[in-house]
Structures are given as C-alpha cells and as structure tokens.
C-alpha cells in the first residue's frame, strides 16, 4: 500500500478541508458588483495580523494629508521597543536582515515591514505614532462598523508574567478580565513596552522561563485579538479602490502592501494580506484588472489547532488561486452551495 509520505498538503486538500468544516469557515466574494458567496459572513474571527490593512489605510491617509512623511527617520531602538523575541515567527528579525539597515530606517521602510513582513513591531510603532483613537475613529467612519476597535499586538504577549509568575494561575487571572478592565491592562503593559525597558525585559524573560505562553494561554490571547467578519473585509477591500483612496493614495497603498510582486500585466491592483495564530487563519485580497474586480475574505477557525501545522504552508496560494483561477474559485462557491 501507498503511504503519503514526505508529500506536502495543498490547496486542493484545504478545499477539501473547508468543505468538510463549513461551520468553521467564513467566506465572502464580491466578484465586480456581485456578491457570489457568503458564507458565515457575519459571524466575527479573530483577526491576526489581517487587521493591519486597517493600520495601512489609516497610515496612507496620514502621509496623503501631509501629518508624516515618508522619508521621516525612525530609529529602530524605537521600534525595537515593541519588539518581543520569537513571537512573531521571525517576520521582524528578517524584516532587519533583508533591509541590512544602520540605524534608523524610514517610515515608508517601517510600513513595509508592517505589510509584507507582518512585523508586530513595525506594527505596534505606527499605531504608536499614528494615534490609536484616530485609528478607530477613522475605520468606522470607512464603514467597518462590525469590527472591534484596534488594540497594539504586542503587550498581550507580556499580559501573562504582568499578572503571575506560574501558568495556572495566569491563566486563573486572565480568563476573568472584563473588556474594559483588558484594554486598561494593555495601556499599562503598553506603556512599560514604550518607556520602561527593563521592566520590559523582566516580563519577556518570565515569559520564556516559566513558560507562560503555553498551548492554553495562546488560545485565550487568540480570543482576544480584534475581531471582525469577511462581510466586512471583502467590501473594505473593494472599497478602498472604488472610493475610499484617492488614485495617489492606490498607488501608495499598493507600493507597500503584499502584491506588487504577484501582479500580471492583465493586473491594476492586488492586495493581500492574511495573519495567522495556531488556533486561526484569515485573509482579504482584492484584485482588479482592466476588466473585472476581484475582493474575497477567507477566514477559517480550527479551536483545537490540530491543522495548523499545513494550513499555513498552503493558505497564500490557496488565496491567490482563488483569485487568480476562476474555475477554482468556482469550485470553493460550489463547496458552500451546493
């Protein structure tokens, strides 16, 4: 008998796979102005790093309105701040690496980092600059009103050894935490994060040492990242081009954000991004080409994270087929319609 062995998992099994688990699946397509599927479109998901088109949006506004600039200076001590060692899957360390910066880099370099590296860090520094009320004041006023309001990334991380030095117990703690009382620990971790440095460092050593981002405590910071639903993604996606940015602001965003390199010459724009924890997997991508429009929002639950390990290996590709591939796209609206 044939074993599978040493064969990779693909976008075919993943189609499998969400067909077999609809009700952990969400999907909304809007193909020009058609919604062709919805799927569990409004039931809310952890969003990972897919909230940062909302940071993105917000940061081309910025620099459209002349509050930053592009070339601004920043220096990585500053954004080394919000930096917390083997959290972010490498994404900062090769963000680094790749660019072989000196001392400082710009901001234009910083947003980069933020989209097509998905550093945290990178992250965490603009909503920083940036002002996390305008933030959320301006992405409702996009009409992404089903969606929780943008907290930083990075202090949930450090939330365990600030409230306990022993898993059980932090997890005793931070299951009980109301929203309010969650959001005012962010501020305060988040402030130790920016103007402490060696309480900072006490918190990520605790972290390692007394293994306190277990498989548990993860599920529970999963949880409470900012939520929202494909509905709303796939019509920001699509909105941005039809009439949230100007064709100035298209170009900005399309320089920074991943899918310059993905483009075709049958391609204007495309705009992805997906985030991921164990427990999660979400993505919005918008396409549009001289003769269609494209925006789809996938994000798919596994609460137990007994397929992360190959779904991550094949979610990008299976995003950008869909996009790119009618005919497999057709396929994923037949696995929920039919």
């Known amino acids: 008998m044939l074993q599978k062995i040493g064969l990779k998992e693909t976008k075919e099994d993943l189609l499998t796979f969400v067909k077999k688990n609809k009700k952990d699946v969400s999907v909304t397509i809007i193909e020009n102005e058609d919604v062709l ?3 569990n479109a409004n039931q809310k998901t952890p969003l990972a790093s897919t909230v940062k088109l909302v940071v993105l949006f917000h940061f ?3 620099v459209s309105s002349g509050d930053i600039k592009l070339d601004e200076k920043v220096a990585l001590a500053d954004i080394e701040r919000f930096y917390i060692d083997r959290t972010d899957g ?3 360390t090769y963000w680094l690496e790749v660019n072989a910066f000196s001392e400082h880099a710009t901001l234009l370099d910083v947003a980069k980092g933020m989209m097509q590296f998905s550093s945290n860090a990178c992250t965490d520094y603009l909503i920083d600059l940036l002002d996390l009320e305008k933030i959320n004041n301006r992405m409702k006023q996009a009409g992404l009103t089903e969606h929780d309001e943008l907290m930083p990334l990075t202090p949930k991380l450090l939330w365990p050894a600030y409230v306990s030095d022993h898993e059980q117990d932090a997890l005793k703690q931070m299951s009980g935490v109301s929203h309010e009382q969650y959001k005012s620990l962010m501020n305060e971790i988040f402030n130790i994060m920016k103007n402490d440095p060696e309480h900072k460092k006490m918190l990520e050593e605790k972290i390692m040492e007394k293994d306190l981002l277990s498989f548990r405590i993860q599920s529970l910071l999963t949880q409470k990242l ?4 494909t509905n709303q993604y796939a019509h920001f996606m699509k909105r941005l081009q039809d009439e949230l940015l100007t064709t100035e602001e298209k170009r900005l965003f ?3 954000v991943l899918g310059e390199t993905l483009k075709t010459e049958k391609d204007q724009y495309i705009w992805y991004k997906g985030g991921a924890t164990l427990f ?3 993505a919005a991508l918008y396409r549009k080409t001289d003769i269609s429009s494209i925006s789809i929002s996938l994000f798919i639950n596994d609460p137990k994270a007994k397929n992360s390990h190959w779904i ?4 990008n590709e299976f995003m950008l087929t869909a996009a ?8 994923l609206i037949q696995a929920f319609t039919t």
């Not at 900012?226 to 639903?229: P, R």
């Not at 790119?324 to 396929?331: E, G, P, S, Y």
């Open 90 to 92: 490498g994404a900062h």
């Open 226 to 229: 900012t939520k929202s639903t």
């Open 312 to 315: 991550g290996e094949v979610f």
């Open 254 to 256: 399309s320089q920074i």
């Open 280 to 282: 999660v997997f979400t």
């Open 324 to 331: 790119m591939d009618q005919n497999f796209r057709q396929r």
């Open 60 to 62: 081309v506004k910025a």
């Open 37 to 39: 599927l919805e799927w």
